[in-house]
Each structure stands twice: as C-alpha cells, then as structure tokens.
DNA sequence: GCGACAG
DNA sequence: ATCTTGTCGC
C-alpha cells in the first residue's frame, strides 16, 4: 500500500517535471516590456479585459469560466462570455496555469473568431492571479499572455511566498508606508530583483492586492492601468468577470443539481 | 525532515 | 477557490 502511495507521488513528481520543462520553454517568449498597441496619453486603449473561474462549492471540477471585456476609461462591460468547464486537473501550487489557461485560450478564440465582436478583442487582459510573480517567474498571466500573444496584468489577491519575500514580513511594510489608495511598495526578493507591486487598492482598503508583469508590459504601464480601473479592492476587470461567473453559478448551477440540503424529503 | 503553498 | 451576518461608514 506504501508502495501504490510511492507511485503515485513519482508520477506527480514526473508530471511536476514535464510541466517546468513546458514553462522554462514558454518563458523564452516572454516579454517583460510595453509592447502594446496603445499608448495611455493619448486615449488609443479602448478595451481591456478581465478573466475569472468560479468553482461550485464542494466540488473541484465544476466550475464556471468568463471572459469580459469592458470600454476603457468608462468601464463599461461591451462584451462578456460565460460557460461551463469541467476542470480536469487539480489546484497545484506553482502550476494554476496547467488547470486553467486551456479554459481562458477557449474563451479567447471564441471572441477572435466571432464575426460581430472581434472588434472587441482587449488590447490587454488583467488576469486573477499572478504574472512574474511566481516560483519560476511564470504564473498564471504570464503563462497565458504568452499562449495567446496579448498583454496581461497578473493580480494576486493573496501573497505568494518567492525569493525570500512572505506575507508577513510584506503586509508590515505596507502598513507602515501605503496609506492611502495608489500607495504601494516594491517587492524586492533577496536576489534583488522587483517580483511586482504591493499595491493600496483604495483609501480604506487595509488588504493590498499583488500587481505583477504578465506578458508584453512593464510594470510601470501594470501600474498605471491597474490604479485607473481599480475603484474597490480587485480592478473592475476581474471584479465584473468574477461577478459574473458567480452569478452564473447561482442561476444554473444550484438548485440544478441535488448537491446539498434540500427539503430532505422521504426517509 | 518540516512547513509553505496564486486559484 | 468556497463557507457567511452583521456592521461600520459615506
């Protein structure tokens, strides 16, 4: 029986395996510089993108995936997409993206392809989860920017441990030096290199969220768009596809499968 | 060996 | 990721 464990644990290390030789691979193409199709002077970025997935509660594969696309600098949502995955690897550290890049390229190449909406197609896509900021340099936005050539943002809501640098330690600094929304601090690892941002989302938010390079921008332009998109605590981008993907679930999902306690009936 | 660990 | 009521403040 120690022997079946065994296995199993040296078929996930081989998998673990296979999967940074796929991102060290990957991050040849990445680009950690403005490589934009606008410029944010003089009003060329139109549409900027959020993606999201929403999981139903007690359940690690059922989930719900969305894309939005919202007009810059209004904020208004001019295009959204919604649907139901089946996810079909689980939550490792270090590797969300193997879990939910296939299902985000999808929604993606639905927009390419669309005959009416193309247009909308965003000219950067803020990401709910990390960009640079990632063991290896290569998180979720990362991993996804470079699989479909468009700038993203990756923003973490939660810290992830990497070059020395922990939570603790990093919500400390923040407290003593951001003290107002746009506030942040640099994230500067032992070997000196700036992972991303701690960033004060708005003047009474106390939890900053983690602003990294995904694929094609600088974190100086992340910045930049990340605080005129931000008005609660996650950019309206993210804010608005997570929204959506929740809602999604309540209307569809819930009272359509048994799951949990209904009017316990017979018996 | 032990703990940490985006969503 | 998800589980949740009240509560403080504009």
């Known amino acids: 029986m120690d022997n079946n464990t ?27 510089k403005d490589q934009l199709s606008f410029n944010l002077k003089d009003n060329t970025l139109k549409y900027i993108g959020g993606v999201d997935i929403s999981f139903v509660k007690d359940n ?15 904020m208004k949502i001019v295009y959204q997409d919604i649907e139901f995955i089946k996810l079909e690897l689980p939550y490792i550290p270090g590797f969300l993206a193997f879990r939910e890049t296939p299902f985000l390229i999808q929604l993606i190449d639905r927009l390419k392809q669309s005959q009416d909406n193309s247009k909308f197609l965003p000219q950067v896509i803020i990401v709910d989860g990390n960009g640079i900021l ?3 340099s290569f998180g979720l936005a990362s991993h996804l920017g470079v699989l479909i050539d468009i700038p993203t943002i990756g923003i973490g809501k939660t810290f992830f441990h990497v070059d020395g640098l922990n939570a603790k330690d990093v919500k400390k600094q923040v407290e003593l030096s951001c003290h107002k929304g746009g506030d942040f601090i640099e ?18 938010s106390k939890n900053p969220i983690y602003v990294s390079i995904g694929h094609r921008i600088s974190l100086e332009t992340s910045l930049e768009i990340i605080k005129t998109t931000t008005k609660y605590r996650v950019p309206e981008p993210v804010r608005q596809a ?13 009272n359509t ?5 209904s009017n316990s009936s017979s018996k």
């Open 60 to 74: 690690q594969e059922d989930a719900c995936a969305c894309l939005v696309v919202l007009e810059y600098p209004t």
């Open 6 to 32: 065994n296995d199993i644990e040296s078929e996930n290390d081989k998998v673990k395996e296979e999967w940074i030789k796929i991102q060290d691979e990957l991050r040849n193409q990445l680009i950690e």
């Open 242 to 254: 997570d929204l959506k993907s929740r809602e999604f679930i309540r209307l569809h999902f819930n």
């Open 257 to 261: 499968t048994s799951s949990s306690n």
């Open 134 to 136: 990632h063991p290896r």
């Open 187 to 204: 994230l500067k690892g032992e070997s000196g290199k700036v992972w991303g941002l701690a960033l004060q989302s708005n003047d009474d």
